[in-house]
């Protein structure tokens, strides 16, 4: 499997640190709003690369981290935390916020078919495991207290800008989002790891650390959560482009300098959803979320599969029109699935070559959009019924699209509907005679066409027309209408 890793900016062959095992961390969302569906694209392609793993045979272990304290409004240093933003938003405490989102967020992931990773941790729940790691971090200088807060000093490390190739001179204060001009910081780069109350006078959440009461910074919350349950070597970071720098960019600084060798191997980066205005964004006010596309009648998997139809690494640009399309798409698609029927035995050499055209797109760095196409192809294949059903129960196990089990709840509203309506024909038949001749002819005509009996069914019709009923044949079989 190839995977584009944005450490090195190329695509590399993924090799894990222990064969056949995987350890994943997933930077979770902070909890003090509903997660808009540009937040929920990076969780999609996240959970594809978690689900393509397993069914490439790795045994894989998945952390993730719920942020219930110590964002703040910048992802850098500066502005107010928004876990204490949404308490304020909505007058409860921090603790309920975080409880209602958190809650709220794996509520649209199960909507998205979006499996919850083996570890959830919220950052609360790990404050001791902060205060260890910061105080070797300030035991092996790399870090400093200043102005009541401990601060991380990227000035003792080789390199700091792993994602990106910054020089000195392009980091003036103001230049960039995230530098900041902080009087109490040895060097613009420099980040905070503990807050006290010398920061945030107003901070709900605090704890008594070596350094006075406060609270941690963000981005020691991940580099802690991920070494507590998956030890010293990571194999895949995820998270949006946007937590490349600062967030992910300081992760490394700290997890490094503490463990004194290179702590994640590979990096992946999921793209913005971008609206027709810019980039997605909870700060802009109204956003995109899973209950309003489901209020407009888009079912999640639609939204679902828009995002699988192009690659991780590019920008996608959401609007209506575009869901239109992808819902228009998506149940073509379930309907085709609906057609097919399972008898029959699996041709196994056509299962295989179809499948290699699904696993060589997911091992070109996910390609979803290729694998979708190999997805069609197998119902264009010249293949039996029972082999396409199984090639795409197959395929649905990564892409996770419940085809099979909406073709089947579209198959049962067919058959409701048809039931419902010969059930009306009967209650009508019983009230009157000619109807009841009306649709034994019908049904007649039906059997002579079965047997190809064409001149029976043209007698049964032209019957009917001369005592004023015509016949309209349509897929769904043949209604009739009197005079």
């Not at 392609?45 to 409004?73: A, F, K, P």
């Amino acid at each position: 499997m190839q995977l584009y890793n944005s450490l090195s900016r190329t695509k590399e062959e993924f090799i894990p640190h222990l064969e056949g095992k995987v350890s994943m961390y997933t930077c979770g969302p902070t909890v003090y709003h509903f997660a808009h569906i540009g937040n929920l694209r990076t969780y999609i392609m996240e959970d594809i690369l978690d689900r393509y793993l397993r069914y490439s045979g790795y045994d894989v272990t998945r952390v993730m981290n719920i942020t219930d304290v110590g964002h703040l409004t910048s992802d850098a240093d500066t502005g107010e935390d928004k876990m204490l933003k949404g308490a304020k938003r909505e007058k409860k405490t921090v603790m309920e916020i975080a409880q209602f989102y958190t809650d709220k967020f794996f509520e649209d992931c199960e909507e998205l078919n979006i499996r919850r990773p083996e570890v959830v941790e919220p950052a609360t729940a790990c404050v001791d495991e902060f205060i260890r790691v910061i105080a070797s971090l300030i035991e092996k200088g790399y870090a400093y207290e200043a102005g009541g807060n401990i601060y991380f000093d990227t000035s003792k490390l080789d390199q700091y800008y792993a994602f990106h190739n910054f020089e000195e001179e392009d980091l003036a204060v103001g230049v960039r989002d995230g530098v900041e001009a902080d009087g109490n910081k040895r060097n613009k780069a420099d980040f905070v790891l503990w807050f006290t109350k010398s920061k945030f006078e107003d901070q709900e959440l605090k704890w008594e650390s070596p350094w006075g009461v406060g609270y941690p910074g963000w981005h020691i919350e991940c580099s802690c959560i991920s070494m507590k349950h998956l030890g010293e070597y990571l194999d895949i970071h995820c998270g949006g482009i946007d937590n490349a720098f600062p967030h992910h960019t300081n992760e490394i600084a700290q997890s490094e300098a503490y463990l004194g060798h290179k702590w994640c191997k590979y990096w992946m980066h999921v793209l913005h959803l971008n609206t027709n205005s810019g980039k997605m964004s909870k700060s802009k006010g109204e956003f995109l979320t899973v209950s309003l596309l489901k209020e407009k009648g888009y079912d999640p998997m639609m939204y679902r599969f828009f995002c699988l139809q192009s690659h991780y690494r590019k920008s996608l640009v959401f609007s209506w029109e575009n869901m239109d399309n992808a819902r228009t798409a998506y149940n073509k698609l379930v309907a085709r699935v609906a057609q097919l029927k399972g008898e029959g035995d699996v041709d196994t050499a056509a299962f295989d070559a179809l499948r290699a055209s699904f696993v060589k797109a997911l091992d070109n760095d996910l390609n979803t959009s290729l694998a979708v196409t190999a997805l069609y192809d197998v119902l264009k294949a010249k293949v039996n019924d029972a082999t396409k059903l199984a090639l795409i129960k197959d395929f649905d196990t990564v892409l996770s699209l419940s085809l099979i089990e909406h073709a089947e709840s579209l198959l049962k509203a067919e058959a409701d509907k048809k039931a419902a309506e010969a059930e009306a024909l009967a209650a009508e038949a019983a009230k009157d005679p000619f109807v009841a001749e009306i649709l034994e002819k019908i049904e007649a005509r039906r059997v002579a066409k079965k047997d190809r009996n064409f001149v029976e069914a043209d007698r049964i019709r032209d019957e009917l027309a001369a005592k004023g009923v015509t016949l309209i044949d349509t897929k769904d079989g043949t209604t009739y209408q009197i005079g």
